[in-house]
């Protein structure tokens, strides 16, 4: 990221901008995919939310303040728990499908005995 006399970059802001929209997008998208089962189209929303983790902490290096810094820490927040929500769900479906089959119980029954 480039700065021009403590300026971001035009581009980089349309960058950082844009990524900021695919985030809204996969806020929304969210919440349809938590009532699906876990595939692996999950670990899409890790790359968004890491990039624009990313995104945030290197806007964060150019310009300072606190208002940078609290969107840097919490875009890191948000990917982390991302991260680590499609882990955990991707380990439990896994486990879920490796897990034996139920054993049922069978019964023995008799054939009922037809009167002579």
Request: net charge positive; aromatic share 12%; proline share 5%.
């Amino acid at each position: 990221m480039a700065t021009t006399y403590g300026r971001v970059e035009e581009t980089y802001r349309i960058i950082l901008f844009t990524t900021l929209f695919f985030v809204l997008l996969m806020l929304r998208l969210w919440r349809l995919a938590a009532h699906s089962p876990v595939s692996v189209t999950w670990w899409t929303y890790t790359f968004a939310s890491a990039a624009f983790a990313t995104a945030v902490i290197r806007y964060r290096q150019q310009v300072l303040g606190p208002g940078p810094a609290v969107l840097a820490w919490g875009a890191l927040a948000m990917a982390s728990v991302v991260v680590a929500t499609v882990a955990v769900g991707s380990l439990g479906a896994l486990l879920a499908t490796r897990s034996p089959a139920p054993r049922v119980r069978q019964e023995k029954h008799c054939a009922a005995r037809r009167p002579s």
